[in-house]
């Protein structure tokens, strides 16, 4: 399984960037997949996250009201919308997928997922 994020950049604060992750060698479909991000000597910690029909989606505090987590499983495609960006979004951002199949939860937990791809980095200029 490998899970590949990209769409990562520079951008000023109050910017948007989209970034997408694909699978391959694994079907996303019937998995919820979720986005975190790491900041240098930060923990790892969630993004977003969406359950595997696209409809149940849980955000952080942090991220409500400015990113959009949407998925397209015809594809293999996860995307992370992000608007509105500030200095502290920047860090490394991170897709995963959790194995169970036809769930409906939304996990915030890093130990919830099995699979990650590598990150993409995002760096907002002030």
């Known amino acids: 399984v490998q899970l590949q994020a990209c769409g990562g950049g520079l951008v000023q604060a109050g910017g948007s960037l989209n970034l997408s992750c694909e699978a391959s060698?694994?079907?996303?479909?019937?998995?919820?997949l979720g986005w975190f991000r790491q900041a240098p000597g930060k923990e790892r910690e969630f993004v977003a996250a969406?359950?595997?029909?696209?409809?149940?989606?849980d955000y952080s505090d942090s991220a409500k009201g400015r990113f959009a987590m949407s998925r397209e499983n015809a594809l293999n495609m996860v995307y992370l919308q992000m608007n509105n960006l500030r200095p502290e979004d920047t860090a490394v951002y991170y897709c995963?997928?959790?194995?169970?199949?036809?769930?409906?939860?939304?996990?915030?937990?890093?130990?919830?997922?099995?699979?990650w791809g590598r990150g993409t980095q995002v760096t907002v200029s002030s």
């Open positions: 969406i359950g595997w029909d696209g409809i149940n989606t």
């Open positions: 060698a694994w079907t996303i479909s019937s998995h919820a």
């Open positions: 995963a997928a959790d194995r169970t199949t036809w769930s409906f939860d939304t996990p915030s937990r890093p130990g919830a997922y099995d699979y």
